[in-house]
């Protein structure tokens, strides 16, 4: 067993420190340390998305990256996308209304993917919606509501409202 | 870097995007008592514009290469191959060395690396040396990279001559490995005789190939008058595919060779369009 060392980063605004040994995934800290248990693990191997936060902006598997590795990282889960508690995100908003649901277990990742997805690409087609979801598994939905949750919330981020 | 992996030799692996090494360990296909995180070593960072080419230095995200301006001007099929790698969570972290150094016969950039005679700079304790593309990839996922050494940077050159460029794949979802692609450049004199053909093919064989018949087929003939769909066929003979779960062998050399007459098509395309608006 290898010695812990210290971590420390910023999740969802606030700084959390920690153990942990080297290997320790940053998904497994950010669940079981910042209790961040929106962040789900799926496969944990990198295909199924269900893992899915965001690292200095950018969305990335937390399965597959150490958490010494986002050592003074500012990290925003699903739980730190809405401005507080008693909003929803936009994209969280329009899963609920399109049924981009069922079971909810991929939800966390497809939110965080899908909110990354259209900063990068704010007015994007439904052809483009799909390969930009492709990352996310979902095994309930069968994904018309995803696409149609994904638009919605371009439009409403746009300010076209609904 | 190199002095760690020099003292912990074969007991130490280099951890750069961990898109595919992470996995690994994670189904314990590996073990390694020592990972060497290159994540924060900023020389190995960044593209140049060197020589009338570019140098990749080797922890360049995959998404950084999508964007970069150098790398689409100078070196299209890199920009052109990118988005077929994964999805855009993978490529935020996954890295041009790690997907060169992993060496996966599915994987777009080796195929892209070949066919462009791209070269790898390789560093160990004892020093620098480059490697040619033709003699990088050994085997599957074995590569001219030993275990006390780092992969530092890939070169590519850029084509001074009228050419085009085109990249496809089969894959039965977005974001799949392939079943099969190519990466194809062509290149022509000032009159529109083809004098340069690079074709590189990914999931059609142990490591990536290069589709030598159809590059010795296209070289001398006017672009105009080329038959791309009849010259991809010979693509076949160049390929050693196996056949798994995912599509027999037959398969792969089937739509495979097809594919290559749909990107030599298109790569053709952008000749004749470039010298009818010139
Ligand atoms: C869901 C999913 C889908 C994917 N789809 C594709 C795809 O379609 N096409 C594709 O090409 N890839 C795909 N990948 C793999 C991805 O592109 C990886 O990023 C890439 O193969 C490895 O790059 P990396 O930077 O992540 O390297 P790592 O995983 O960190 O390392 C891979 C290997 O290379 C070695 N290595 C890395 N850098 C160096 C270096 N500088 N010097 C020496 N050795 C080094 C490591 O020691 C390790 O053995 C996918 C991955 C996932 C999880």
């Known amino acids: ?162 | 870097m190199v002095s760690l992996l020099a003292e912990h030799g074969d007991d130490a692996k280099p951890l750069a995007g961990g898109q595919s090494l992470v996995p690994l360990l994670a189904m314990r296909l590996t073990r390694f008592e020592h990972i060497v995180d290159l994540n924060r070593v900023d020389e190995l960072f960044g593209v140049t514009a060197d020589n009338g080419g570019v140098r990749i230095a080797a922890m360049t995200r995959q998404a950084a290469v999508e964007t970069d301006a150098t790398v689409a001007h100078r070196v299209p099929l890199l920009h052109l191959a990118t988005p077929h790698i994964g999805h855009f969570q993978i490529r935020n972290r996954g890295t041009i060395g790690g997907s060169v150094a992993h060496a996966d016969p599915a994987s777009e950039y080796p195929a892209v690396m070949l066919a462009l005679d791209g070269t790898a700079e390789i560093a160990s304790a004892s020093g620098t040396r480059e490697v040619p593309a033709a003699e990088f990839f050994e085997s599957t996922f074995m590569t001219a990279v030993a275990p006390d050494e780092l992969l530092v940077a890939l070169r590519f050159s850029a084509w001074d001559q009228p050419a085009g460029f085109a990249f496809d794949e089969i894959a039965r979802r977005s974001g799949d490995f392939a079943l099969a692609g190519a990466a194809v450049g062509i290149g022509t004199d000032a009159a529109g005789r083809i004098n340069r053909a690079a074709v590189g093919m990914l999931g059609v064989g142990p490591i990536p190939l290069r589709a030598s018949s159809v590059e010795a087929a296209l070289i001398g003939l006017a672009a105009a008058d080329a038959d791309p769909h009849e010259i991809g066929r010979l693509a076949a003979d160049d390929m050693d595919p196996i056949g798994d779960v995912h599509a027999s062998a037959d398969y792969r050399r089937r739509a495979g060779s097809t594919l290559v007459g749909r990107i030599l098509a298109s790569a053709l395309a952008q000749l004749t369009q470039e010298a009818g608006n010139g």
Do not use: W
């Open chain 1, 1 to 162: 067993m290898a010695d812990q060392v210290p971590l420390s980063m910023t999740v969802n605004g606030r700084t959390r420190r920690g153990m942990g040994e080297p290997r320790l995934t940053l998904a497994d800290f950010l669940r079981e340390q910042a209790l961040c248990t929106g962040v789900h693990l799926g496969c944990e191997h990198g295909v199924c998305g269900s893992c899915t936060v965001l690292m200095d902006g950018e969305a990335v598997r937390s399965c597959l990256l150490f958490a010494v590795q986002a050592e003074g990282a500012d990290i925003t889960t699903v739980e730190g996308l809405a401005p507080d508690d008693e909003t929803l995100h936009p994209v969280q908003e329009a899963f609920r209304d399109c049924h981009g649901l069922q079971c909810g277990f991929c939800t966390p990742g497809f939110v965080v993917s899908v909110a990354a997805f259209l900063e990068a690409n704010p007015d994007p087609s439904d052809d483009e919606i799909r390969h930009g979801i492709a990352g996310n598994l979902c095994r309930c939905t069968g994904y018309q509501g995803i696409v149609a949750a994904t638009r919605q919330a371009a439009a409403v981020l746009k300010g076209e409202g609904q």
